[in-house]
């Protein structure tokens, strides 16, 4: 009860705060004085455009799109996080002549995140009639909504006009007015600023519109800004210069940031270095405590206020994670189901809820994409740096995350989450860990026997539930370990542990097992034991200095022969089957009906029939890596008469008479590997070309023929195309209508190709094209002028490449 009670404490603060106010008696934390936050959002309507950078390329798109002849009802919407400058890029093109003198009719709105829709529809039938010299219809302080909306919707009606809807928070505001405007046929336009990228796609989508995705300015720009606000037009003086770009670089690009640490700058001594150091090692300091900074902590924070409660939590735990550390997907995903925040909901795993609560970050653009997976999934997310620094005094402030070896940084009485970076750090703390939850590290650099807190404090560690001693210098399992008994995640990835003891029995409770990239190569039986697991993720690759075209090793490990006892299993990564038992442990595959991902290794050609039993039972299979013993094994999948119809990545990679009957029937299918299938008499794209939703198709040596053609309607949503490694091909067909969306393609060791795809100028979308280890009768063709590089002449990079002698020519063009 008390905790709940100071919870509606601070939760009627948090109120205060979001609608730009302290109550009269309250302090401010930076003055001390009783005070009124200003919301500088509104003055971005008020910069001249001399004061603006980078705004020349999306203005002119806005205006393009705004203007052009397309006679339907459009909405666009400019998207991005808060402080990109959406507001300030929108009123310039508001503003522009070309605009102002296209449509009849122009109302700008600020919506804002606490609007009311009688306020808003007034606010536009005042701008109208104001715009035309016209009284305001009497008695519409009294109406209702939809009196207002008939009011708007009937002056609107055969005008050409431009509505600007700035600052939309959700999907309920959009809902709300949607209907106000007429559709008509008179080339209208509607546009939206938000940080909500669900919001921008769906009306945009609605209305036969695009979306502008407004991005962080580039450093030459950012450079420019800096100068400009904080010298006033001078140059940087050169004692000042490397700080000042250490600080800039905290901003990333983001324009509010840059202008507002700008600001506090420009009132410091330009002669004292030392003061300048001070604001650059005490920036997090500052964001909180700072006047100057107080405004842009807000505007960035107000997207942390709306956050549903369910999300702050998760957003929060991000920082746990050290700075430019690019987080991995699925990482996080199972840390946050590890650490139980994640609820259940009917028909779907917690790992579906809780990517799909993911997703609502990167939409509420609080989280970035940093890098994809091939099959167009993201792989990595990161923070921007001034984000990081506001959540970690949120999660400071909560006591979600402790972070080791933050200076001058009292810890709290009861540590939950310790986050360890680089180093341990163990100064006489061992009575605050009894509440210990979670322990994390990273960049690991000493070693754990080094570290006695796990050895003399296990007592008070009970209830640990996650351990991540990834890139930690052990050697062998730590015995400490199996002393947690409510160890839900335990991950040992990248040590050199080689053996995991049988009495890992004890931690009853784990779910996730990582110890990828370890040398471990065998369980032991008393692993199914452990009745909760989800995750079995174990395997390492053998690094090839030299990237060559040959069939590698992936070692897996000998799983027990009764495996199909894990029956939580979803992910099993990845097991090698090339010994006596292989086809009974296939056979215990398809008791495994929750698995998501499977990956075998070192598949025998007898045991085909065996994988094709139990792949039938697997109905929630989306991944499937197949390799077989060597490139001349033969993998037999043929007799495999139902295939997972939910199957969206599949990796076969040894010798195949033909393409599997079932494969043009998995319509969900986003990226296919064949390698090595050395197919003969059959042209695998027949089987291929079909398929609705690949996205991604490798080819490695998949074909003996010396002609590839790609036909006409066939691979309408490839997006990347990787043909590598065959020893025949003389030819490569492009039919007019063929990959429509293709962006990249790469012919890598086809050294009988001596000319470029035929017909690839049909190829329109495509932004890369790669050559590598080619013949060099293609090289002259292509230096021969008056050759066919008119035909590649549309596409914007195209790389020529000989890994063999270290020739690299990044834009062979130019």
């Known amino acids: 009860m008390k905790v709940r009670i100071i919870d509606i404490s601070k939760g009627r603060q948090r109120y205060h705060e979001r609608y730009g106010m302290l109550e009269q008696g309250s302090s401010s934390r930076s003055t001390g004085l009783n005070t009124v ?34 006679p339907r009802l459009k909405v666009f919407s400019v998207s ?24 009849q009719s122009h109302v700008w709105i600020t919506v804002s995140e606490s609007f009311k829709i009688e306020v808003l529809l007034k606010g536009i039938i005042k701008q109208l009639f104001e715009e035309i010299k016209q009284p305001i219809p009497q008695g519409i302080d009294s109406m209702d909504t939809n009196s207002l909306k008939g009011i708007i919707n009937a002056f609107l009606q055969r005008k050409r006009y431009v509505l600007v809807f700035d600052d939309v928070w959700d999907i309920h505001a959009w809902q709300s007015f949607r209907y106000v405007f007429p559709i008509g046929n008179c080339g209208s336009r509607v546009v939206l600023t938000t940080r909500n990228a669900d919001i921008a796609s769906l009306a945009s989508k609605e209305y036969h519109g ?51 640490i700008s600001g506090l700058l420009s009132t410091k001594d330009k ?14 300091a500052e964001l909180e405590g700072n006047d100057k900074l107080l405004s842009m902590n807000k505007i960035l924070s107000l997207s942390y206020i709306d956050l549903p ?22 990482r996080l995903i199972r840390l946050w189901v590890a650490e139980g925040f994640v609820e259940m909901k009917v028909g779907m795993t917690v790992e579906e809820v809780a990517e799909g609560y993911l997703n609502e970050l990167i939409n509420r653009s609080l989280v970035q994409v940093a890098e994809m997976r091939s099959g167009g999934r993201v792989k990595t997310y990161r923070i921007h740096d001034l984000w990081r620094e506001i959540i970690v005094l949120k ?66 560690l009970q209830l640990l539930t996650v351990l991540d001693l990834r890139g930690a210098l052990l050697e062998t399992f730590p015995n400490e370990v199996l002393k947690l008994l ?17 009495s890992i029995r004890k931690l009853q409770n784990l779910e996730t097992l990582d110890l990828k990239q370890t040398y471990v190569t065998e369980l032991p039986n008393d692993i199914l034991k452990l009745q909760r697991l989800r995750h079995i993720l174990l395997y390492h690759y053998i690094q090839d200095p030299i990237p060559s075209i040959c069939f590698k090793d992936y070692c897996g490990f000998k799983a027990p022969t009764e495996i199909g006892s894990l029956s939580s299993l979803q992910k099993l990564c990845c097991i090698e089957t090339n010994h006596d038992n292989g086809t009974i442990l296939l056979g215990e595959v398809g008791k495994l009906t929750q698995l998501r991902k499977l990956h075998i290794e070192k598949l025998r050609n007898e045991h085909g029939r065996a994988l094709c039993l139990s792949l039938k039972k697997l109905s ?76 991604e198709l490798e080819l490695l040596q998949t074909h003996v023929g010396e002609e590839l053609c790609f036909k006409a309607g066939g691979f309408q949503r490839l997006v990347r195309l990787y043909l590598v490694g065959f020893k025949g091909l003389r030819w490569v067909k492009v039919e007019a209508g063929s990959m429509p969306h293709l962006e990249e393609l790469l012919i890598r060791k086809c050294e009988l190709v001596e000319e470029l795809p035929s017909d690839i100028e049909h190829l329109t979308n495509l932004k890369s094209l790669y050559l590598i280890d080619m013949s060099d009768g293609l090289i002259s063709n292509l230096n021969r002028e008056g050759g066919n590089n008119w035909k590649i002449a549309h596409i914007p990079k195209v790389c020529i490449g000989d890994t063999k002698h270290g020739y690299w020519k990044e834009n062979y063009l130019t």
């Not at 991005?80 to 449509?103: P, S």
């Not at 009485?413 to 703390?429: A, D, G, P």
């Not at 199957?647 to 029937?665: A, C, F, I, T, Y």
């Not at 986003?670 to 695998?684: H, Q």
């Open 620 to 695: 929630n299979l989306r991944s499937l890596v197949v390799r077989a013993t060597g490139e001349n094994e033969i993998i037999d999948l043929d007799s495999l008469s139902s295939p997972p119809q939910l199957l969206r990545m599949l990796n076969l990679e040894g010798s195949l008479h033909k393409v599997p009957h079932w494969l043009p029937s998995l319509h969900s299918l986003v990226r296919v590997t064949l390698a090595w299938s050395n197919l003969r008499d059959v042209d695998p794209l027949e089987s291929l070309q079909g398929l609705p939703n690949l996205v």
């Open 37 to 70: 936050w200003h919301d500088y959002r509104g003055d971005a309507l008020l910069l001249d455009e001399s004061e603006l950078v980078g705004i020349d390329k999306p203005k002119s798109q806005l205006i393009r799109w705004l203007v052009h002849e397309d």
């Open 486 to 502: 409510q160890l839900k995640y335990l991950s040992l990835r990248g040590t050199k542990v080689k053996i995991i003891p049988k």
């Open 309 to 330: 409660h369910y999300l702050k939590f998760y957003f929060l735990y991000l920082s746990v994670f050290p700075k430019d550390c690019l987080i991995d997907h699925w």
């Open 271 to 284: 002669s004292s270095v030392d003061e300048w150091d001070k604001i650059y090692r005490s920036f997090g």
């Open 80 to 103: 991005g996080m808060g402080g990109l400058g959406k507001t300030t890029l929108v009123k310039k093109v508001f503003d522009d002549a070309v605009v102002k003198n296209h449509f």
């Open 210 to 260: 695009d979306v502008y995705n407004l991005q962080t300015l580039p450093p030459e720009e950012s450079w420019t800004l800096f100068c400009k606000k904080t010298f006033m037009d001078n140059s940087c003086p050169s004692h000042l210069e490397g700080l000042s770009k250490a600080i800039l670089n905290k901003c990333e690009g983001l324009p509010l940031a840059i202008v507002a």
């Open 395 to 460: 999660s400071r402030e909560q006591n979600i995350v402790t972070l080791a070896g933050e200076q001058n940084k009292a810890w709290p009485k009861k540590v939950r989450r310790l986050s360890i970076n680089n180093h341990w750090e163990y100064t006489q703390q061992s009575k605050r860990f009894t509440q210990l939850r979670s322990l994390l590290m990273f960049n690991a650099t000493d070693s754990l026997s080094k570290l006695s807190m796990l050895s003399s404090s296990s007592d008070g």
